[in-house]
């Protein structure tokens, strides 16, 4: 339980920039042998909510339903929210766990606290205030690294040559990357060399923060189903292809600024049975599309502002697909 507790601690920090101060419980001998003997009970705070934390002590896993049991007999002896600590979880588990609203935290994985998400939203925002985002020439860099698995070394000009963009522009984004801590940049004879000091998801999960949804605007297009085909999928669309979601009743298409404006599709001013929705995006996102859908960051990008728990379980399903 000792690694568990530090595991917690260390991903609450590095999560929120806050230290969890944990202590035991004194008042664990008032609930029954079997809850004792299955969960380890210990009392923190969090963003000024007095919280008791159970920490998963089984090797077989319980079922949600029974987890939710064990929490309500835990709360006729405490006053105060609940959140369960798991070492690890199943992907079924956690869909199940997210639909009943249960807060849970897995160190290093992932935190679902909804009976604190006002106080988490307005610590987020003050955190975002302070982070700088990142262009979209920098962005597509490093989808770039992270969707072709190339992490470096990378020069102005290989990587102009290679996303069609200005040296001049390559040259600020590697900047941007230096600055944003994402990378490092030496310099070989009279060019300049970047190298991202992580892989994976760990750079996936540095960089997150930086980056912004794709996304510029929504449009309705009457189109017919040939000329759809020339662009990928994307947002719940997408998504649906990725995912076990299901279908939106209007299909949603991807294009960038610039080949919205060379297109001959005409806009709608609302969805008719004919007419498809199309994201238009701040790079192109024809450029990581595989299969005829957006690639599956960018689309992560798009829609992490969805409030719709379907939508998010979705999300994370697509996540956890990918193979870093």
């Not at 419980?25 to 009392?43: A, D, H, Q, V």
């Not at 262009?135 to 990587?159: C, D, F, R, W």
């Amino acid at each position: 339980m000792t690694n568990t507790l530090n595991s917690l601690k260390e991903y609450v920090n590095d999560t929120l920039g806050i230290t969890l101060a944990i202590h035991s419980w004194k008042s664990e001998n008032k609930l029954p042998l079997m809850i004792r003997e299955t969960y380890r009970l210990y009392e923190s705070d969090l963003l000024k909510n007095r919280l008791l934390l159970m920490l998963a002590d089984f090797e077989e896993e319980k079922t949600p339903a029974a987890i939710k049991k064990h929490m309500e007999m835990v709360n006729e002896a405490w006053n105060g929210e609940i959140v369960l600590v798991f070492k690890e979880i199943t992907s079924y588990n956690r869909k199940r766990l997210i639909e009943h609203k249960v807060p849970f935290i897995v160190p290093g994985n992932q935190m679902y606290l909804p009976t604190l998400g006002v106080d988490l939203r307005e610590y987020f925002r003050k955190m975002r205030k302070n982070t700088v985002k990142i262009s979209p020439s920098t962005q597509v860099v490093i989808l770039y690294a992270l969707n072709e698995k190339k992490y470096g070394p990378h020069t102005p000009s290989s990587m102009a040559e290679e996303l069609k963009y200005s040296i001049m522009t390559m040259t600020r984004v590697f900047d941007e990357i230096e600055s944003a801590g994402l990378g490092e940049i030496t310099t070989e004879g009279r060019e300049r060399v970047l190298l991202f000091n992580a892989k994976g998801k760990d750079l996936w999960d540095k960089a997150r923060d930086f980056m912004v949804s794709p996304v510029k605007k929504r449009i309705y297009v009457k189109s017919d189903i040939q000329s759809l085909r020339n662009y990928p999928m994307a947002g719940l669309t997408g998504l649906s292809r990725y995912s076990l979601l299901s279908e939106p009743s209007t299909s949603v298409y991807a294009l960038s600024s610039e080949e919205w404006k060379t297109t001959k599709l005409k806009e709608t001013p609302m969805a008719y049975e004919s007419s498809a929705m199309f994201e238009i995006w701040r790079y192109s996102p024809a450029r990581f599309s595989r299969e005829g859908i957006v690639d599956k960051l960018s689309l992560y990008l798009s829609l992490s502002g969805d409030k719709d728990s379907r939508v998010e379980m979705a999300l994370e399903e697509m996540l956890e697909k990918i193979k870093w």
